[in-house]
Every structure is written in C-alpha cells, then in structure tokens.
C-alpha cells in the first residue's frame, strides 16, 4: 500500500516548458516516535496546480510546514526555484512562497487593506528610520504598496469592501483576503490549506475561479482539500499522502481510479453520508429477493442522498464515495 507510483501528466503539445518552481526531495518530519511525514517527494511545475489529498492526519499540513520553514524537516531538503530553502518562514515568504492557513488567521480587528499591506511588507524596503521620518521615499514605497494592495482586492473582487474591518466579512470573503494578502507577498508559488473549509457550493465554486485566475498570473499552486470534486476540477496533478507517506501521484483520473486510493481514502462512503445505510439496506433486500429493476418504476431515481451521488464530494477523514469523483 506504501508503493510511491508517481505518472506524471502529459506536457500538452505545443506548451510552454515547464521548470520546477519547487522540488522536495526525501522529506521525513517525526514528532518524537510518530512519523508524520516519511521520506516524500513532490514537485511543483511552474503553471502547474497540484493537490495534495489524504485523511485526516495523513501528515498533509506537516508537510506544508515542511515547505514553509515552520518545520524544520527531520530529513530531506526543499528546493524553490533551484535554491534550497532556508528553514526560516519569513525567509521562505521572502524567496517567493506564500501560504493561506487551514484556520484562517487575519488581522480581525485591521480593516481589509490593512490586512493585505501586512502581507506586503516583505516587499517593502523601507526600514524603521524611514518609517520614523516619513520621508518622501518612504511615502513613495507607501503609496506604491497600496496601489498594489488595492489591484490585489479588484483581483479578489474585494475593492469595495476596503474599509471594513477584517471581523465583519462573511466567511467566504474572509478566505478570499487571505488569498489577497497571501498574494501582497509576490509569490510564485502559492500553498492553500484547505481553502474551501466550510464554504458553501458557490463560495466553492468562487474559490476555484480565483485559484484558476491565481495560476493564469504566472503563480503556481499546492492545494491541500478534503472536497475531491474541487481538487479533482481543479488540478493538473494529485499526490495522495497516507499515513505520511506518497501513495500515488498522477493525473486526476489515474488517481481517482488507483484501486489503493480508493481503499485507502476514496472508497467507503463517508459516515453519516445521508441515505447511506438506507441505499444499502434497500440493496441487500432487493438481492435477498433476487430483484432486479427492470423498468423506469423499478428503478430508483438519481437522487443525491445515495451512496456514490452526494453532492458534496467532500471527505471527511477516512473516506469518501469514489464514484461520485468520476
Ligand atoms: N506539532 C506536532 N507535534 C506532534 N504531533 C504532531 C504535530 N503536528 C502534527 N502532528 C501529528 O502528525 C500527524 C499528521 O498531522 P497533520 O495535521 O499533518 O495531518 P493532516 O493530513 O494535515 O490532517 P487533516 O486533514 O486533519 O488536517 C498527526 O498524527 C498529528 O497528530
């Protein structure tokens, strides 16, 4: 089950060559006696979009810290455009990585283009004597970062909410800000937690424009979720970690048909998956009877209550329905 099949997609014809914007080699994160993250690879290709999917405690966000320098790796190294990273946040924003958390964590209490001038301040040279003065060059780069603040709002279709404080946008406009402010740092490469965590189908859908958009600025993109429907819609690629380690790597549909993925995480329907234990009960009495539909009456309408037809796509830890992600 541990067996690391990786396909890589296909270079369409006629494309762009694609470099590496960030190569992770051998990555082993261990807390104590627990392995979190075992010896994964994983590349990034510039104009690329990939996910990275798994259950609960697969060592996905582990993985994440890895990248970012919260975490220095126990082994293994993390390369960003051909430099090795320092294992420092800040120095790793600096280099051109930006992340948006699982939680999301904003300046609730700054308003909207406070929070995204927060992110821009790796890009501002500007030191604390500049800033004490307020000399003219100081009120250039000033000037200068909030009309980079503000293109990034329009691009977040957040503009007009500029002045509102950060604790007052719905749930959904919360998560685009922290895109924005992600983005203020001039990234080119772009990691999301989880960034339809608790979003509706059209915040979802929404959510999936801005990354498409994100990407079509040049900006590549790592995505961890749990709703396969928007990562399988989404990507170029899919790694799906288990128990810390790279399963399988590919393609949409070779992932999603990969019988050990399946097992290990798409297979089962999710529990409490609404209508689940009633489909499979009208299953087993419909075979006790030798029953098979024949006609339109016979037959059970699609609805989305049954196993495999759910509307969310959405897993939730140890699985979710692997037909419904074709
Ligand atoms: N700082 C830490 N100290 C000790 N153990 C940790 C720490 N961070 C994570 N772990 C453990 O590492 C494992 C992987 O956790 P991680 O949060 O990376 O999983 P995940 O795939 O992101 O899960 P989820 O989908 O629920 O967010 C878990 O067993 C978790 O308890």
Same mark, same amino acid.
């Given at each position: 089950m541990t067996t690391d099949t990786t396909t890589p997609a296909a270079p369409t014809p006629g494309a762009a060559p694609t470099t590496p914007v960030l190569e992770a080699t051998g990555v082993t994160m261990r807390f104590g006696g627990l392995t979190a993250v075992d010896n994964v690879a994983l590349t990034v290709n510039s104009g690329e979009i990939v996910g990275l999917i798994g259950p609960n405690g697969a060592g996905k966000t582990t993985f994440f810290n890895c990248l970012t320098g919260l975490y220095i790796p126990t082994e293994g190294t993390v390369s960003y455009?051909?430099?090795?990273?320092?294992?420092?946040?800040?120095?790793?924003? @600096? &280099?051109? $990585?930006?992340?948006t958390f699982q939680n999301i964590r904003l300046f609730p209490n700054m308003t909207v283009l406070e929070n995204v001038l927060v992110g821009r301040h790796t890009r501002t040279k500007e030191g604390l004597f500049s800033a004490l003065i307020r000399g003219p060059r100081f009120k250039k780069a000033e000037r200068e970062s909030e009309a980079r &603040?503000?293109?990034?709002? #329009?691009?977040?279709?957040? &503009?007009?909410?500029?002045?509102?404080? &950060?604790?007052?946008?719905?749930?959904g406009e919360q998560r685009k800000l922290e895109i924005a402010r992600?983005?203020?740092?001039?990234?080119?490469?772009?990691?999301?937690?989880?960034?339809?965590?608790?979003?509706?189908? @059209? #915040?979802?859908?929404?959510?999936? #424009?801005?990354?498409?958009?994100?990407?079509? @600025?040049? $900006?590549?993109?790592?995505? $961890?979720?749990?709703?396969m429907r928007f990562i399988f819609n989404l990507c170029d690629r899919v790694a799906v970690l288990v128990q810390g380690k790279k399963l399988v790597e590919g393609t949409p549909s070779v992932v999603q048909s990969d019988e050990r993925v399946v097992a290990a995480y798409l297979g089962t329907p999710y529990e409490d998956a609404p209508g689940a234990e009633e489909a499979a009960e009208v299953a087993a009495a419909e075979a006790h009877a030798g029953h098979t539909p024949t006609t339109a009456a016979d037959t059970p309408p699609a609805d989305t209550d049954t196993p495999g037809t759910g509307t969310t796509g959405t897993t939730d830890g140890a699985g979710t329905k692997g037909e419904e992600q074709a």
């Amino acid at each position: 089950m541990t067996t690391d099949t990786t396909t890589p997609a296909a270079p369409t014809p006629g494309a762009a060559p694609t470099t590496p914007v960030l190569e992770a080699t051998g990555v082993t994160m261990r807390f104590g006696g627990l392995t979190a993250v075992d010896n994964v690879a994983l590349t990034v290709n510039s104009g690329e979009i990939v996910g990275l999917i798994g259950p609960n405690g697969a060592g996905k966000t582990t993985f994440f810290n890895c990248l970012t320098g919260l975490y220095i790796p126990t082994e293994g190294t993390v390369s960003y455009k051909g430099t090795v990273l320092p294992h420092r946040s800040h120095l790793v924003t @600096q &280099a051109g $990585i930006a992340r948006t958390f699982q939680n999301i964590r904003l300046f609730p209490n700054m308003t909207v283009l406070e929070n995204v001038l927060v992110g821009r301040h790796t890009r501002t040279k500007e030191g604390l004597f500049s800033a004490l003065i307020r000399g003219p060059r100081f009120k250039k780069a000033e000037r200068e970062s909030e009309a980079r &603040a503000m293109e990034l709002l #329009e691009f977040t279709g957040l &503009a007009a909410k500029r002045d509102h404080l &950060a604790r007052n946008l719905p749930y959904g406009e919360q998560r685009k800000l922290e895109i924005a402010r992600a983005l203020a740092s001039d990234p080119g490469l772009l990691l999301l937690d989880e960034p339809t965590a608790g979003m509706n189908p @059209q #915040e979802t859908m929404a959510t999936q #424009e801005l990354v498409f958009a994100v990407r079509d @600025q040049g $900006i590549a993109v790592l995505v $961890i979720e749990h709703d396969m429907r928007f990562i399988f819609n989404l990507c170029d690629r899919v790694a799906v970690l288990v128990q810390g380690k790279k399963l399988v790597e590919g393609t949409p549909s070779v992932v999603q048909s990969d019988e050990r993925v399946v097992a290990a995480y798409l297979g089962t329907p999710y529990e409490d998956a609404p209508g689940a234990e009633e489909a499979a009960e009208v299953a087993a009495a419909e075979a006790h009877a030798g029953h098979t539909p024949t006609t339109a009456a016979d037959t059970p309408p699609a609805d989305t209550d049954t196993p495999g037809t759910g509307t969310t796509g959405t897993t939730d830890g140890a699985g979710t329905k692997g037909e419904e992600q074709a």
